[in-house]
């Protein structure tokens, strides 16, 4: 199994916008990010996984083709990926069921308070 490299963020969202300010504000603070405008399917983010190897994925729940239900369910339980944390977004009232349900180690809902985007960050990558 590869090695994950803690300062690096994977970002899985079908919101450009949603993406670009979390991609920024991350590397500012020194993180290495990748982002993924939503997954087709399965393979094509665990193929994102084995090459960048991130140390925290955010996962966003509604999206085209693979959902985050779905996505994180496949992350966790493939030995490449089950130990990375996964951050599920979402501006459902009920993210916290939603991110409970996928497996996800944490949730951080839209739109939410920039340094809880950092905060979380921190304490899974360090």
Same mark, same amino acid.
């Given at each position: 199994m590869l090695s994950n490299t803690l300062e $690096? +963020? &994977? &970002? +899985?969202?079908?919101? +450009?916008? !949603?993406l670009s300010i979390c991609s920024l504000i991350l590397q500012r603070r020194n993180y290495a990010v990748r982002i993924l405008l939503g997954c087709k399917n399965l393979d094509e983010l665990i193929e994102v996984v084995r090459e960048f190897r991130p140390g925290i994925i955010f %996962? /966003? !729940?509604? %999206? *085209?083709?693979? #959902?985050? &239900? /779905?996505?994180?369910?496949? &992350?966790k =339980? $493939? *030995?490449? =990926?089950? =130990?990375? *944390? +996964?951050?599920?977004? =979402?501006?459902?009232?009920?993210v916290a069921q939603l991110a409970?349900?996928? #497996?996800a180690d944490d949730f951080l809902r839209k739109h939410f308070y920039m340094p809880r985007l950092l905060e979380l960050t921190a304490r899974y990558t360090a």
């Open positions: $690096n +963020v &994977l &970002l +899985v969202d079908d919101d +450009v916008d !949603h %996962m /966003d !729940h509604d %999206m *085209p083709g693979i #959902g985050g &239900l /779905d996505a994180t369910k496949g &992350l =339980s $493939n *030995p490449l =990926s089950k =130990s990375i *944390p +996964v951050i599920y977004f =979402s501006g459902q009232d009920d409970a349900a996928a #497996g």
